[in-house]
T-cell receptor, first 114, second 113 residues
Framework: SQKIEQNSEALNIQEGKTATLTCNYT??????LQWYRQDPGRGPVFLLL?????KEKRKERLKVTFDTTLKQSLFHITASQPADSATYLC?????????????FGSGTQLTVLP | GAGVSQSPRYKVAKRGQDVALRCDPI?????LFWYQQALGQGPEFLTY????????KSGLPSDRFFAERPEGSVSTLKIQRTQQEDSAVYLC???????????FGEGSRLTVL
């Protein structure tokens, strides 16, 4: 079966450190990976998209990498702040013609400690 | 509106009742998705529309679940004869299409007693 897995259910780090979250996929190579942030009681909010032919994508303090050999994407938050505390979701995207499949992992709950 | 709007935000139903959840996507968005999210889990795909066409309904858990988008904008997710296991947050998302980002609503939290 085609799965997308996020390694850690929860991650606690100290303010100012770099948080690294992992997303692994099996049995296929997604065309794209997307990362979302979700706060309690809210819908997910899009952060970054990375294509399979891209190694790295950056946006402010965020960085995403995509390693098709390891079948893995890493999501980094540098200089983390307590306001970064949230659940982070990765999602694989496969587009074929008019069809789209967007499948989410179970999420990693990040807590940045002051 | 400025974003995806879902209603009601909260719904409590007695087991066996029918419920209808509404989604107003961002104007002009072609794609519309429904997801179900259980506590502590990621969103699980239910169904996908491109305009008014329901192109994928493989995630609907049973024939008690039905979704429509008759005019290619507003969508309704209907759950008939609700069961306790239907309790979850139902998220609606829309996008321009392709592989672009999804814009999510705040969700409708359904509790079945």
């Amino acid at each position: 079966s085609q799965k997308i897995e996020q390694n850690s259910e929860a991650l606690n780090i100290q303010e100012g450190k770099t948080a690294t979250l992992t997303c692994n996929y099996t049995n296929y190579s997604p065309a794209y990976l997307q990362w979302y942030r979700q706060d309690p009681g809210r819908g997910p909010v899009f952060l970054l998209l990375i294509r399979e032919n891209e190694k790295e994508k950056r946006k402010e303090r965020l960085k995403v990498t995509f390693d098709t050999t390891l079948k893995q994407s890493l999501f980094h938050i540098t200089a983390s702040q307590p306001a970064d505390s949230a659940t982070y979701l990765c999602a694989r995207v496969i587009s074929s013609g008019s069809a789209r499949q967007l499948t989410f992992g179970s999420g990693t709950q990040l807590t940045v400690l002051p | 509106g400025a974003g995806v709007s879902q209603s009601p935000r909260y719904k409590v139903a007695k087991r066996g009742q029918d419920v209808a959840l509404r989604c107003d996507p961002i104007s002009g968005h072609v794609s519309l998705f429904w997801y179900q999210q259980a506590l502590g889990q990621g969103p699980e795909f239910l169904t996908y529309f491109q305009n008014e066409a329901q192109l994928d309904k493989s995630g609907l858990p049973s024939d008690r679940f039905f979704a429509e988008r008759p005019e290619g904008s507003v969508s309704t997710l209907k759950i008939q004869r609700t069961q306790q296991e239907d309790s979850a947050v139902y998220l609606c998302a829309s996008s321009w299409g392709g592989a672009g980002e999804l814009f999510f609503g705040e969700g409708s939290r359904l509790t079945v007693l």
